[in-house]
């Protein structure tokens, strides 16, 4: 070891960066590199999203259109097929209830189930569901099941 090789202890040093607005001396002073006038010199600046220098932005060139339904009710779809499956698969044997779907992760704990009529259905089965699609409750019945409405 000589002092050609010497170097501090990892981590010990850090780099502090420019001081930046401490007197001309410092040789960054002045406009503490921000240039001359206009926004970005000011302190408290930050951009807007979507900001196009001053043009008119996107998203207010851009015309509104459409409605949204406030009182819009959402069901979250299952198909006969589905529940024909999972009696294949022996996830269920011979009611279906919202515990059963929620289990089996094809709801969420929230969402409002509606039975709707793609594919057959073999299996006797008791279903609960919200909503019932006429398909779906007339091959419920003539599988030799029940189609119970919550």
């Known amino acids: 070891m000589d002092l050609s090789n010497l170097k501090p202890a990892e981590g010990s040093v850090k780099n502090q960066g420019k001081r930046i607005g401490r007197g001309q001396g410092s040789g960054k002073g002045g406009t ?11 302190s408290g600046y930050s951009k807007k999203l979507g900001f196009e220098g001053g043009q008119m932005p996107l998203q207010r060139r851009v015309p509104k259109f459409g409605f949204t339904n406030i009182n819009r009710v959402e069901y979250q779809g299952i198909n006969l097929d589905t529940l024909q499956e999972m009696v294949n698969d022996k996830k269920i044997k011979d009611t279906v209830d919202f515990e ?14 509606k039975i709707m009529g793609r594919g057959e259905l073999k299996a006797k089965l008791k279903v609960s569901a919200h909503k019932f699609t006429a398909s779906a409750k007339a091959a419920i019945e003539a599988a030799g099941g029940e189609a119970v409405t919550i």
């Open 32 to 42: 503490a590199t921000r240039g001359h006038k206009g926004a970005k010199s000011r």
């Open 100 to 113: 059963t779907l929620f289990t089996n992760r094809l709801v969420d704990k929230n969402d409002l189930v």
